[in-house]
């Protein structure tokens, strides 16, 4: 089982990106993915997630910029992120739990410029 994280780059204060997770070996579809971030020297925090229903979760400070969604055909994840911050700089990570194990992504580079 392996995810795969991409659409990182580097943007624009105020710009936007959309990051992509979709997984290889296992169907997303039953899952629950959630997005993280680790900026450089912090720890990595939950951003958002979404539930095998298309419930989704959001760290508060989040909710107003960014909207998680997902496409079970195409068994990928999304994370739109609007209004981005020079704060929101970090790696972005996708996460699924699979048979009691935390399975992530690679990991996708986001650089905000002010």
């Known amino acids: 089982v392996q995810l795969q994280a991409s659409g990182g780059g580097l943007v624009q204060a105020g710009g936007s990106l959309r990051l992509s997770c979709t997984a290889s070996g296992t169907n997303l579809s039953s899952k629950t993915i959630g997005w993280y971030r680790q900026a450089p020297g912090k720890q990595r925090e939950f951003v958002a997630g979404?539930?095998?229903?298309?419930?989704?979760n959001y760290l508060d400070s989040m909710k107003d910029r960014f909207a998680v969604s997902r496409d079970n055909a195409k068994n990928t994840a999304y994370l739109q992120m609007n209004s981005l911050k020079p704060e929101d700089t970090g790696v972005y990570y996708c996460k699924i739990r699979y048979w009691g194990r935390d399975i992530w992504g690679q990991g996708t580079l986001v650089t905000v410029s002010s």
């Open positions: 979404i539930d095998s229903g298309g419930g989704p």
